[in-house]
Structures are given as C-alpha cells and as structure tokens.
Nanobody
Framework: VQLQASGGGLVQSGGSLRLSCAAS????????IAWFRQAPGKEREAVSC????????SYADSVKGRFFISRDNAKNTVYLQMNSLKPEDTAVYYC????????????????WGQGTLVTVSS
C-alpha cells in the first residue's frame, strides 16, 4: 500500500486543520492507520491510531479532546481532524499503516507516507 498525507499548512493558534491520508495500491480496509508527528529537534511521537474495524482508537494525551481520527474506506482515506491547535502541535505529520491491525496503538507500521507540515503560529 502507498500512502499520501496531505492537508497541512499554516494556521493560527486555536484554529483547525484536517489532514488526509490517502491509500493506493491496496484497499484501506485491511490496514490500521496511525498518525505520527515529528517536531524540529524532537523524536517522532505517535499521535493517533484507528484500527481496521474502527473498534479501536487511540490518542496521545497531548491531543485528547482536540484531535479526532476517522476513516472512509470507500474513499480509501483516513482523516485527522485537528481542532484548538497550539504552537506545540507544529510538526511534520506522517501517516503509517499496519496490515490487519485490530488494536490501537499498533506495533508494526511497515508503510509510511511522506509527511505533511503543520505550522501553528502563536
């Protein structure tokens, strides 16, 4: 499966963005999808995950209540709705896929998108 992340941009603190992770080459139904982010000078961190059946979702503590993950298998796309954005959310956001992932967070993401930059100004 190939993944394409999009939707990043520049937004003011308190604003919203919706990231998309579009899959090609294989049906998205068979993959759990996770979002990760990496800020300059920091390690990559897991942000959110959604399992293949949507029965399992997870969020980092830092984004709970502000970010919401969803999937539309008909469109082969997973979304990350990001609300009440803060400057500390500034990072490159990556989506990744785990084949037959039934629980979030997963532990084996073999497929990665190229990343989309989110910049939140104060």
């Amino acid at each position: 499966v190939q993944l394409q992340a999009s939707g990043g941009g520049l937004v003011q603190s308190g604003g919203s963005l919706r990231l998309s992770c579009a899959a090609s080459g294989s049906a998205l139904d068979d993959y759990a999808i996770a979002w990760f982010r990496q800020a300059p000078g920091k390690e990559r961190e897991a942000v959110s995950c959604i399992s293949i059946s949507e029965s399992s979702r997870s969020y980092a503590d830092s984004v709970k209540g502000r970010f919401f993950i969803s999937r539309d298998n008909a469109k082969n796309t997973v979304y990350l709705q990001m609300n009440s954005l803060k400057p500390e959310d500034t990072a490159v956001y990556y989506c990744a896929a785990e084949y037959l992932g039934i629980v979030c967070p997963g532990n084996r993401y073999d497929y990665w998108g190229q990343g989309t930059l989110v910049t939140v100004s104060s």
